[in-house]
């Protein structure tokens, strides 16, 4: 092949990243349109013949030889038309097949332009889309600026391909740790799942065959110097990373951190339902603000979580045991006792004693004899029925005060 055509080749090779077959077929490709130009007819079989060594091109048509000077100028501007159709076809199933290798993986680049609220992000050898939906609510960016983004989908279009990207989906934070921790890079430490809701918080859950490592504390780095990198690329977004565990009862307990968890029953496994108990002081921390922990933690343990207090529990229990005695309706009280736990007063009520006017009635000596009451649980129950007592005192006082004295017109 000539030396100047093959120096052309080289250059668009380098360039367009188009392998030299490919080159060549474009311009044999180019070649034979023109030819059947100069022939007037679309019909006629045509084969062009290239020397890969001397760059010598010879077209031939029913055996006979199609010389150059017979090509016009309408031939020689079809050829160059359908060269640049043929590289621009094979440029565009280059990036195709380029991008569509990085689909999961996140990729660097330049927001050049704002269109219908997305951004039109420069990759260097094509452009993507990062459409609105996909940002998170922290993202704030300009014209110029540098932006990493996780590769979602790549399809082929009339114009080309089209890339599309976001930084809301929870497979670019597992990409962000991935870049940030070695261990997770190298598999070392596995993400078993992840569940985010952008801008605000996101769970993972981490694991690690090996159990000298600290799977946990490998993301987390040094005071925290591994994560902060992550965050810093979330704009501040919070990060909870906790221990993944076969044991679906283990593994829920720590999907809601920062709670505390009292414990946890399966209800069904087939429907993948549990049943959480939390101390009354922990509910509100366990549903966390507008649902958010409880959701989260739901979708990263892939079970649907109920959560309930301790109170609410014992009060149920109640319920069914006044049912049960025949009550019209459930007596209250005794599961407002301060310091007197669920355990105790259930068993407090299958000793008998359902409301606080059966404890006003009970002996000491007999309360004594309830499983679960000590001294201390014995002081803390008089004190209760003490207040109890002030209370109502107070109450029939403020009667007596509003009724109407004798004689006076009622």
């Known amino acids: 092949m000539s030396t100047e055509l093959s120096a052309i080749l080289d250059s668009i090779q380098r360039e367009k990243g188009i392998s030299r077959e490919v080159l060549i077929e474009s311009i044999e490709a180019a070649l034979v349109s023109a030819a059947k130009k100069v022939l007037h007819d679309k019909d006629k079989e045509v084969q062009v013949k290239m020397d890969l060594e001397s760059g010598r091109i010879r077209i031939f048509s029913e055996d006979k030889e199609i010389v150059s000077s017979e090509f016009g100028r309408i031939a020689a501007q079809t050829a160059k038309q359908v060269i640049f159709q043929k590289i621009r076809e094979a440029e565009r199933d280059v990036i195709f097949q380029e991008f569509s290798g990085k689909i999961h993986s996140i990729v660097n680049g330049t927001v050049y332009r704002f ?66 921790v070695p261990e997770v890079a190298e598999g070392t430490v596995q993400m078993k799942s992840v569940s985010r809701e952008a801008g605000d918080r996101t769970k993972i859950a981490v694991w690690s065959e ?45 999907a809601l951190s920062p709670a505390t968890v009292s414990s946890v029953k399966v209800l069904s496994r087939e429907d993948k339902k549990v049943e959480v108990v939390v ?64 355990k105790t007063v259930l068993a407090l009520a299958e000793a008998g004693y359902r409301s606080l006017e ?51 017109a009622s």
């Open 115 to 180: 269109e219908k609220g997305a951004l039109l992000v420069d990759l260097g050898k094509t452009e993507a889309i990062l459409p609105r939906k996909e940002l998170s609510p922290r993202d704030n960016y300009r014209q110029g600026d540098t932006i990493r983004a996780y590769v979602l989908d790549v399809n082929r279009t009339g114009r080309g391909s089209q890339i599309l990207l976001s930084r809301s989906h929870p497979g670019f934070v597992k990409r962000l740790f991935e870049l940030e």
């Open 358 to 408: 059966d404890l006003k009635k009970a002996k000491e000596e007999d309360l004594l004899a309830v499983k679960g009451i000590g001294k201390k649980t014995l002081e803390k129950i008089l004190a209760a029925l003490g207040k109890s007592a002030q209370a109502s005192d107070a109450s029939e006082g403020k009667k007596e005060e509003a009724a109407p004295e004798e004689g006076e």
């Open 210 to 254: 090996n159990e000298k490592i600290d799977c946990v504390g490998a993301c987390v780095g040094v005071r925290g110097s591994r994560v902060k990198g992550v965050v810093r690329e979330l704009q501040g977004e919070k990060i909870d990373i906790i221990r993944w565990s076969e044991n679906i009862e283990e593994f829920i307990q720590a």
């Open 279 to 342: 101390s009354d002081d922990q509910l509100s921390l366990a549903i966390g603000k507008n649902g958010q922990n409880v959701r989260l933690a739901s979708k990263l343990t892939g079970w649907s979580i109920d959560i309930r207090s301790k109170k609410e529990i014992v009060k149920e229990k109640l319920e069914e045991m006044a049912a049960e005695a025949g009550a019209e309706e459930p007596s209250a009280g005794i599961e407002s006792i301060e310091g007197v736990g669920p």
